[in-house]
């Protein structure tokens, strides 16, 4: 079965600090990899997405960057952290040349806060 | 841009009754897909339905569509304790990749034993 670890499950931060994330997806192959940010209360803002190595889109000009070293490991960074970067960061996958009728699998997030 | 809205924003009841959740969104879609998040976890995907069906079932779960309205309902039936959590509606919008779903800002229940 399929599986995606996200680490760490919380983070606390200075401002101006660098930034890693990381994500993993066992149990299949050539997935799609996706970052969504979500603020308190609110719903999910799609960030960075990759259809395969090397592959990122950008969704919103941000402070943050994306990286798929490897066809299954998903990375988010930061040079300089903001207040604003703090959030719930949250790691999915979808089948790889999926439709729109794939669904997301998403890990268990990162708690990052920017102090 | 955050395309579904849930309504109510926060539904208490108590076990056994039903819950009903609203979406509406404001473009045509592919389809509509509903998540839950327990507390300080990811999303978990419960139910998706096309843009060409009306209804759809999964358990206890009751999905409606209502494409000319843009508009879904999430039912969940004899509800418990477990079931509280937050709930959100995604769509997939025509016109743009597959990989962009979009969620709205989600449906607080709380059920009380």
Known sequence: SQTIHQWPATLVQPVGSPLSLECTVEGTSNPNLYWYRQAAGRGLQLLFYSVGIGQISSEVPQNLSASRPQDRQFILSSKKLLLSDSGFYLCAWSVRGGSYNSPLHFGNGTRLTVT | ?113
Not at chain 2, 83 to 99: R, V
């Open chain 2, 1 to 113: 841009s955050q395309q579904g809205e849930e309504d109510p924003q926060a539904l208490s009841i108590q076990e056994g009754e039903n819950a009903t959740m609203n979406c509406s969104y404001k473009t045509s879609i592919n389809n509509l897909q509903w998540y839950r998040q327990n507390s300080g976890r990811g999303l978990v995907h419960l139910i998706l339905i096309r843009s060409n069906e009306r209804e759809k079932h999964s358990g206890r779960l009751r999905v409606t569509l209502d494409t000319s309205k843009k508009s879904s309902s999430l039912l969940i039936t004899a509800s418990r304790a477990a079931d509280t959590a937050s709930y959100f509606c995604a769509t997939a919008p025509m016109n743009t990749g597959f990989q962009k779903l979009v969620f709205g800002t989600g449906t607080r229940l709380l059920v009380s034993p």
